[in-house]
């Protein structure tokens, strides 16, 4: 770190905040996908984190701060410190060592893209692609041969990581936050390695402090992560937005009730279901068979129906999308003779009657020739307070109600399919519209009685879309219309690793001819999460639903241009 006199700051203590550990604060929280503060620890002890805050090493250098930050942040953003790993983990100081050896290297590769370019070649990724999740890091740890962590990444508390987390749950059951009666320092001189009895510390202290700017900072940290301990389906109320305040609960939605071991054999809805491979951005390779997506019945609530959309407007510019070419007889115009008009009017002619001019055969585009599936997030982040007083999921809601009456009104053949996920055995579609349904009001009930929940494996949604479209559609210019929040996120599915799943995902179903388009409507979402799950995929992120109109045509000209493209080349 250079000050602005040309030389190298040097962290002490004594330094000010500018030049002092918590310099790194702004770094850590992007790197941990969510507020954090870092300070100075105790001179000499390697670096932690009870969750909320980062201790590090004020005599270190600078870089050996920011290494350590960094590492400490990403364990965070991985989920590597959910509570139900750390428990396992308490009073087993070999242990947790082992486990940090192996999972510091895979919360590192999977935040490589954020991280400095200085500290990208701390990862060892023969290490990190030994796993994909921190159950499995726990695993791989009980064998003896694996060796300490490199220094500079720390060490685990699993009793002062608890204690954080008992505070939250604490603090939301009792509305208030007291001041804590321990210090910092004081929790950092906890040995974990001693079995006293007493696994956390007092539940109603406040890990900050109550009254000043920093207690204000705590109380909406602690509504962030008030689910860590919460019952419910994993991810119905933990929401993963980002907004212009910051990542709304970003990283804490790994911190659920059960590890990603046991979700991935959560119960699937009966049937073998069907299988899709899935992009494993750390190794550059497909996982064959690794997804498995079943399609269920929706529930329907009969007080729940949505009402028919006023579609005029959208309907406009979508009159002249999807039409085919008729091979038309008896024109007066076109590029070729139609034999049996000519040879009619050869023989009026010759009997002495009034040819009929109209002898040729024209292309004329009249029939429409386009086959539209709209997918739709019902994950647990589209319930989120979106634009306008309404949740991101009412307003995507709306939206593909818009969309299926509008194309449905032109003659098109339109499907439509809720998608969530709890797991990669467990992706679950739920078809609202087939293509061979009729647009009544059993499919407005359906629609009207969807509840967001659970998690959002884009991927494997796109690929099973891909799939229904294909078998299904029945004509030759067919459109994939993804309704999402843009944030893909499951078990084992983090972050970038989904994200580069579900471009992966969008340009599959581009090479097979099928035109993609994805709309992001009522979110906060940042424009860089959406360019990098969307990639160059047709896409747009918009206010409202009304706007909808403004924006429809063009987008749907150019992802039918590109399909029309892609099958001539093909």
């Known amino acids: 770190m250079v000050n602005e006199r040309g030389g190298v700051a040097t962290g002490t203590p004594e330094d000010d905040d500018e030049d002092g550990p918590r310099r790194l604060g702004l770094v850590a929280s992007a790197l941990a996908g969510r507020t954090v503060a870092v300070t100075a620890g105790v001179p000499g002890e390697p670096p932690w984190t009870d969750g909320i805050t980062i201790f590090v090493d ?3 250098t600078p870089g050996r701060q920011l290494q350590a930050a960094a590492v400490q942040a990403s364990l965070l953003a991985a989920g590597s410190l959910a509570p139900d790993v750390v428990r396992k983990l308490q009073r087993r100081p070999s242990l947790a060592r082992k486990y940090l050896a192996i999972e510091g290297h895979r919360a590192l590769a999977a935040n490589e893209d954020l991280l400095p370019q200085a500290l990208r070649p701390l990862i060892d990724f023969n290490v990190a692609i030994r796993s994909q999740t921190p159950a499995a890091s726990l695993a791989l740890a009980r064998d003896r041969k694996i060796a300490d962590p490199p220094v500079g990444f720390g060490v685990i508390k699993p009793r002062n990581l608890l204690a954080t987390y008992a505070q939250s749950k604490a603090a939301d059951v009792a509305g208030a936050h007291d001041p804590r009666r321990k210090s910092p320092k004081e929790l950092s001189e906890l040995d974990d390695a001693d079995d006293d009895g007493s696994d956390v510390m007092d539940p109603f202290s406040n890990p900050v402090g109550g009254g000043g700017a920093a207690g ?9 992560v008030r689910q860590l301990s919460g019952g419910g389906s994993p991810g119905a109320d933990t929401p993963t937005h980002r907004t212009s305040k910051g990542i709304r609960g970003a990283g804490m939605v790994t911190s659920t009730s059960a590890a990603p071991s046991e979700v991935d054999n959560a119960d699937d809805g009966g049937g073998e279901g069907r299988k899709y491979p899935e992009w494993d951005s750390h190794r550059k390779r497909y996982r064959p068979d690794w ?5 269920l019945d929706s ?3 009969e007080r729940r129906s949505m009402p028919r959309p006023d579609v005029h407007a959208l309907r406009r510019p979508l009159t002249r999308l999807g039409i085919g070419l008729d091979r038309c007889h008896r024109q007066t115009q076109g590029d070729d003779i139609d034999v049996d008009a000519a040879v009619e009017a050869r023989v009026e002619m010759m009997a002495g009657s009034t ?6 055969l024209d292309n004329l585009r009249r029939r ?4 539209v599936l709209v997918l739709l997030d019902v994950s647990g982040s589209s319930s989120e307070a979106g634009t306008f007083g309404q949740t991101v999921h009412e307003q995507q809601r709306a939206a593909a109600a818009a969309l299926i009456v509008a194309l449905h009104d032109l003659g098109d053949r339109v499907a439509l399919y809720a998608y969530q996920s709890q797991g990669r055995s467990a992706v679950h579609m739920l078809p609202i519209k087939r293509f061979d349904d009729n647009l009544d009001a059993l499919v407005m009930r359906r629609l009207g009685s969807l509840t967001p929940g659970a998690y959002s494996r884009l991927g494997a949604a796109i690929r099973h879309g891909t799939s229904v479209i294909t078998e299904k559609a029945g004509t030759k210019r067919r459109l994939l219309v993804v309704l999402s929040d843009g944030l893909a996120y499951d078990h084992g599915y983090e972050r970038f690793y989904g994200a580069a799943d579900a471009h992966r995902a969008l340009g599959e179903a581009r090479r097979q001819g099928i035109g993609c388009l994805c709309l992001t409507i009522g979110a906060a979402t940042e424009s860089g999460e959406l360019r990098r799950v969307f990639g160059s995929a047709a896409h747009a992120s918009i206010p409202k639903p009304k706007q909808l109109a403004d924006v429809i045509g063009p987008l749907f000209r150019a992802a039918l241009r590109t399909a029309d493209l892609r099958r001539r080349v093909a």
């Open 58 to 60: 004020p005599s270190e």
């Open 216 to 224: 204000k900072l705590l109380q909406r940290m602690m509504s962030r």
């Open 291 to 295: 997804c498995t997506v079943h399609e």
């Open 299 to 301: 529930p329907v609530t």
């Open 355 to 360: 040819p009929d001019e109209a002898v040729y």
């Open 368 to 371: 429409r020739d386009l086959a």
